[in-house]
């Protein structure tokens, strides 16, 4: 059996977490900045709405996928933990956008994406619902840095500490087997 995720798995996974660094920092960035707030919001709101699509696709993917076995490292308490992370994390990676979306639609505003495509509203025009879906968008954003934080940990905890090459799962390069 393999030792690593397949290629389409790998790069669904780098897109997402490259687009959510993105996402994140432009989302912490914007709430500060006055000049360029429109031009920030109009890229974070295609960043969302591109990780929602990938997401979805990434679990499609994970129903359809055999994920190759944990390193003999990883124990049975452990591997319940990683996978329980694992939920929460698409969890998260699915409520943001979709929150994010709901927020910018009850502020009466358009989700525009790729400067061109308007989305259609999901929330009614209520400032009382937009105060709310503002404050739900920044409090999932603390904890999905909280959750990848723990996800990044791990891996470092498995590859520089246990030295069971868990990374290489999610890389590129040189194809191992055991």
Excluded: C
Excluded at 69 to 98: C, D, F
Excluded at 121 to 136: C, K, S, T, Y
Aim: net charge positive; aromatic share 8%.
């Amino acid at each position: 059996m393999t030792t690593r995720f397949p290629v389409r798995s790998r790069i669904l996974h780098w897109a997402t977490a490259v687009l959510v660094f993105a996402g994140l920092l432009i989302g912490f960035t914007m709430v500060n900045s006055i000049g360029s707030y429109a031009a920030l919001v109009a890229v974070h709101m295609t960043i969302g709405i591109t990780i929602l699509a990938i997401v979805v696709v990434r679990i499609v993917n994970r129903f359809t996928t055999t994920p190759p076995n944990w390193p003999p490292t990883v124990g049975r308490v452990e591997g319940k933990v990683i996978s329980n992370l694992e939920r929460v994390m698409y969890l998260l990676l699915l409520a943001q956008p979709v929150v994010g979306w709901a927020m910018v639609s009850a502020a009466g505003r358009p989700v525009v994406v790729f400067g061109a495509l308007a989305l259609p509203r999901i929330a009614p025009f209520d400032d009382g619902l937009f105060f709310v879906l503002r404050q739900a968008h920044s409090v999932l954003a603390y904890l999905l840095v909280v959750v990848i934080a723990a996800h990044v940990s791990i891996i470092l905890l498995h590859t520089v500490t246990l030295r069971d090459r868990m990374l290489s799962r999610m890389t590129f390069g040189r194809r191992t087997r055991s």
